[in-house]
């Protein structure tokens, strides 16, 4: 299997509303649910205005797209990661999933995904 690595640093912040959202910028993550507003932008794109923030993520991509049958893809690449003691805050598409690690951690998931067998790529 192929990750791609996402070359920009992510913040992972909690809002309380949408209305300085740019939906126009390239990576956007929003999650609205009942119990809060969740967004995972780059860095630069974050608003001033949040009610928590986490910076310093990195993240890559499954690359190609998933079908909704395959099973333990997420699973597995987490399993490799917390056995090396790698936290992640994983988001997904309807074509595929994003892994995201902190940014310290994210060049030894990386060698421990590929010693695994998994494809690297810029």
Known sequence: MELKRIDAELTICKISDTADIDLSREFYFLGNTDEEISLVCKTKDAPENVIER?????????????????????????????????????????????????????????????????????
């Open 54 to 122: 986490s910076d310093g993520w990195k993240a890559f991509r499954v690359q190609g797209i998933l079908d909704f049958s395959l099973v333990g893809i997420l699973s597995e690449i987490s399993a490799i990661l917390a056995e090396n003691e790698i936290g992640i805050f994983a988001v997904s598409t309807y074509n595929t999933d994003y892994i995201l690690v902190k940014k310290g951690d994210f060049e030894r998931a990386l060698n421990a995904l590929k010693e695994k067998g998994y494809r690297i790529t810029s």
